[in-house]
């Protein structure tokens, strides 16, 4: 079943139009990498999913109980959500903030949910360090489990291994799989790597003049083909 069906959506600010007639859905246990040019309205379209900003123009229809505000978001970080001086704990704990409706503590339930999204995240041991003490690694597996704390369903995030050395890209990348293949979480990631959406996508949406949806396998297949063509059409030109 669709936890998100989007269609005929227009995206944009105010009257400037950025993406127009955009049709694609995300099933339980789908993995969709966002991918295309800087400024084509990927980052705009994750806002535009999690309510933060209005559609222009479309429909957004939420499946299987799924709620807007019970998504899992990891947003870019700015260089002042870096250096932000609290306590591991306290960021991760804040991501149960939904759930607390007309509470103003956090319950016994929220704080479980909190240590264990920091166990699977492998940070349990930095519980009461400073959030701005750590490596860019590290703050990304707290702002995942951040995430984690608001879902069980889905996660959304936009481009999480910008700025990561290789080898923590690489682990960043296999603990999210593992969320989408042992627990069960639909991933929608932002991505400017092309290699490694095709390696660990389920489906790739790639965002331009002419939007494209489709597997993994048929986006390779497209891609594999224009290639060839491209390729074909210069070797013709070198030979004239």
């Known amino acids: 079943m669709a936890l998100i069906s989007c269609r005929d959506l227009k995206l944009g600010y105010e ?21 295309g040019e800087n400024g084509s309205g990927k980052s705009t379209l994750m806002k ?4 933060l900003m209005p559609a222009l123009g479309g429909s957004i229809e939420y499946g299987d109980g799924l709620k807007a505000t019970e ?15 609290a306590s591991v704990y306290e ?15 956090y319950s016994k339930e929220d704080k479980k ?36 704390c608001a879902t069980v369903k889905m996660l959304v995030l936009d481009e999480p291994t910008a700025g990561l050395d290789p080898l923590v890209t690489v682990e960043l ?24 959406s095709v ?18 396998d048929e986006y390779v297949k497209s891609y594999k083909a224009n290639v060839s063509n491209e390729e074909e059409a210069s070797d013709k030109g070198e030979e004239l």
């Open 173 to 196: 990348y296999e603990l999210i799989k593992r969320l989408n293949k042992e627990s069960k979480i639909a991933i929608i990631m932002v991505s400017h790597d092309i290699g490694a």
């Open 91 to 105: 960021i991760v704990l804040s991501g149960r903030q939904s759930y607390l409706k007309n509470r103003f503590f």
């Open 15 to 35: 009257n400037s139009i950025i993406v127009d007639g955009l049709n694609f859905s995300v099933n339980s246990n789908d993995y969709l990498c966002i991918v």
């Open 199 to 216: 390696k660990y996508a389920s489906h790739i949406l790639h965002i331009s003049d002419k939007c494209v949806f489709a597997t993994r």
């Open 48 to 51: 535009t999913i999690l309510h």
């Open 113 to 148: 949910n909190a240590l264990f999204n920091m166990e699977r995240m492998g940070i349990a041991a930095l519980k009461d360090r400073c959030y701005r003490e750590l490596s860019g690694g590290q703050q990304q597996r707290v702002l995942l489990a951040r995430a984690l």
């Open 71 to 85: 998504i899992g978001y990891l947003p870019q970080q700015t260089q002042v959500q870096r250096d932000f001086p």
